[in-house]
């Protein structure tokens, strides 16, 4: 079945980039998303790619999306304290929207 | 911008009780959507509503019920709490039409509902 696949924490030292990783199954999956929720809060939609393009950069975050390995990443350069949050990849299939379990991502001082 | 907002941020309810959550949109979104969150197992879909009065059940409907009477409100009916629904609750929004949830979704900040 449609499944996305993501590990569950990582840590990176402030002023590093982070690279956060996600598989996913579903090779009809049109639009792939990075989702940020911060402490307490709900998601919010970072960015997504288009399951045509390879990537996308928004200011300090780069998406790579290698759809023949269906594998999907978010770069955030020059980590700060304020990128401390919990990253969902999520990918839109024919008919529904499939998260990750999502990424716990802390920075060192 | 999009706002989804959620009647509660914290609740306590007791083993039995019944329980409302309540989730509202204002942006005539067409799609809403209950997930439960719980740690290592990321968001899990419960139900969903593409239309008024209209709902289909997601990965974990059981125990819950909804009601979607206007547009822009949804409702998560827990018919008897359990300890096994302590769980943070997330409402979202979608444009969309049909029965699809496949476009990107919007969500509210969450309720954490612990049932003791």
């Known amino acids: 079945g449609e499944d996305v696949e993501q590990s569950l924490f990582l840590s990176v030292r402030e002023g590093d980039s982070s690279v956060i990783n996600c598989t996913y199954t579903d090779s009809s999956s049109t639009y792939l998303y990075w989702y940020k929720q911060e402490p307490g809060a709900g998601l919010q939609l970072l960015t997504y790619i288009f399951s045509n393009m390879d990537m996308k950069q928004d200011q300090r975050l780069t998406v790579l999306l290698n759809k023949k390995d269906k594998h999907l990443s978010l770069r955030i350069a020059d980590t700060q304290t304020g990128d401390s949050a919990i990253y969902f990849c999520a990918e839109r299939g024919a008919s529904k929207i499939i998260f990750g379990s999502g990424t716990r991502l802390s920075i060192r001082p | 911008d999009v706002k989804v907002t959620q009647s509660s941020r914290y609740l306590v309810k007791r083993t039995g009780e019944k329980v409302f959550l309540e989730c509202v949109q204002d942006?005539?979104?067409?799609?809403m959507f209950w997930y439960r969150q719980d740690p290592g197992l990321g968001l899990r879909l419960i139900y969903f509503?593409?239309?008024?009065?209209?709902?289909e059940k997601g990965d974990i409907p059981e125990g819950y019920s909804v009601s979607r009477e206007k547009k822009e409100r949804f409702s998560l009916i827990l018919e008897s709490a359990s300890t096994n629904q302590t769980s943070m609750y997330l409402c979202?929004?979608?444009?969309?039409?049909?029965?699809?949830?496949?476009?990107?979704?919007?969500f509210g900040p969450g309720t954490r509902l612990t049932v003791t």
């Open positions: 979202a929004s979608s444009q969309g039409t049909g029965r699809t949830e496949a476009y990107e979704q919007y």
């Open positions: 509503s593409y239309d008024v009065k209209m709902k």
């Open positions: 942006m005539d979104h067409e799609n």
